[in-house]
């Protein structure tokens, strides 16, 4: 398909040439290590605090560069020094992980959130990989069993809401587990991942997918598993859900089990007709599945991940099954996200719209965005054409041998 050839190219070498960069020459911190992620249009730092997220998540990023395109010394060096700065600073000796640090690497926001777990975890297991060190995979899979064992409570002490009253359960965290597993599966003991995934792909496809809303996600339940007529309780994430359904394919890819995938591929399809803006174009941040006002007052607003995240699982969803309206729906998406996000004078991405797709921030990266959905995504969306073209030379270098053979 010669769409896919030109596009394939495109996606690399914006990754390749613009992207990566851009973060390799603006975000490294050459003084005090780690990483500047609040980066305005040019490049240039606004404010020095870094958050563990997206240290985590640029570690990440350069040791999985490192580990499936190029052995690149650059990119093995950004990778090391950011992981670093985590392991001297990030947390507080027992693998709990700050929030955020000054740039010296002194804590300002405590160990509250299990993304800094996640994504140091990430971090450590793929830098682990890159480097054959054994520390940094301890650090991994140590840090993957803190956050296995504050599963029904992750903020811990640091959590605000009463006990008893009402007690939610979030999407997010068993989300992130159909990632992460498959990302440190190298570390893994092989019972723990496998009841790992099958207890997230139970959460994601049976308690937060629910077949009396159209098989659409929420993004909070009752402990109970039953749906709360509450702000957060009606509150719907298209982005999130379609980001967990290319989760959902790779593990049912991994697992051989095509009717995961289709559930996947059906939920992608059902939550991206809820969520696009049928005015303006794109796709909506929050929603209420009963249409009422959100709490959110940014819900209109179209967000730089959301439509990255949407990109990958269109993509792989026509690449998995061959769905038609996954290929049609990815057109469409596809040039509403170059059209809108792509800056066309400078290198990286904006990150966040309007409702009517007009930059709201000029700004390249923040406190959440940083060198990972856009990287990941160009990176995810080249290799998946990549392997389609390359499946579609080999059908038909096999068929026009076949042809000679049988002559």
């Not at 007009?358 to 923040?366: M, R, S, W």
Request: net charge negative.
């Amino acid at each position: 398909m010669r769409y896919f050839n030109t596009l394939e190219k495109q996606y690399r070498d914006e990754l390749l040439e613009n992207v990566i960069p851009f973060w390799l020459n603006h975000s490294q911190d050459r003084e005090y290590g780690g990483y500047f992620t609040c980066l305005d249009r040019q490049g240039n730092v606004y404010d020095t605090d870094k958050f563990i997220w997206l240290q985590g998540r640029q570690v990440w990023m350069f040791s999985m560069l490192y580990n499936s395109i190029d052995k690149r010394r650059e990119w093995l060096d950004c990778a090391i020094q950011g992981g670093e700065f985590l392991r001297k600073f990030g947390h507080d000796g027992n693998l709990n992980w700050y929030f955020s640090l000054t740039r010296e690497g002194k804590p300002i926001i405590e160990p509250y959130n299990i993304f800094s777990y996640t994504f140091a975890a990430m971090a450590f297991g793929q830098l682990s990989k890159a480097t054959g060190n054994e520390e940094y995979a301890e650090i991994a899979k140590k840090t993957f069993d803190i956050i296995l064992s504050k599963r029904s409570n992750p903020k811990g002490k640091w959590n605000k809401a009463f006990p008893g009253t009402r007690n939610l359960k979030s999407f997010s965290l068993p989300m992130i587990l159909c990632n992460l597993s498959l990302e440190i599966e190298h570390l893994l003991e092989k019972k723990i991942m496998e009841q790992t995934i099958e207890e997230c792909i139970h959460e994601v496809m049976e308690v937060f997918l629910r077949p009396e809303l159209g098989g659409l996600i929420v993004e909070n339940v009752n402990e109970d598993g039953s749906l709360s007529d509450t702000f957060d309780g009606r509150l719907m994430n298209p982005g999130h859900a379609i980001e967990a359904m290319w989760f959902i394919m790779d593990l049912g890819k991994r697992m051989n089990r095509p009717e995961l995938i289709e559930k996947a591929v059906e939920t992608t399809l059902k939550t991206l007709e809820y969520g696009w803006d049928k005015e303006h174009g794109g796709i909506f941040y929050f929603m209420d599945r009963k249409g009422f006002p959100t709490q959110q007052l940014e819900w209109d607003q179209k967000l730089w991940w959301v439509h990255v995240e949407t990109l990958i699982s269109l993509l792989k969803g026509y690449q998995l099954t061959g769905s038609g309206e996954c290929l049609d729906w990815f057109a469409k998406v596809h040039d509403y996200t170059w059209s809108h996000f792509k800056d066309p004078r400078s290198p990286e991405w904006w990150g966040y719209l309007n409702r009517q797709g007009e930059v709201l921030l000029d700004l390249k990266g923040g406190k959440w965005k940083g060198c990972f959905h856009v990287p990941r995504g160009l990176y995810q969306c080249w290799k998946i054409m990549e392997s389609i073209n390359t499946s579609r030379i080999n059908n038909s270098f096999d068929f026009a041998r076949n042809v000679l053979d049988n002559r």
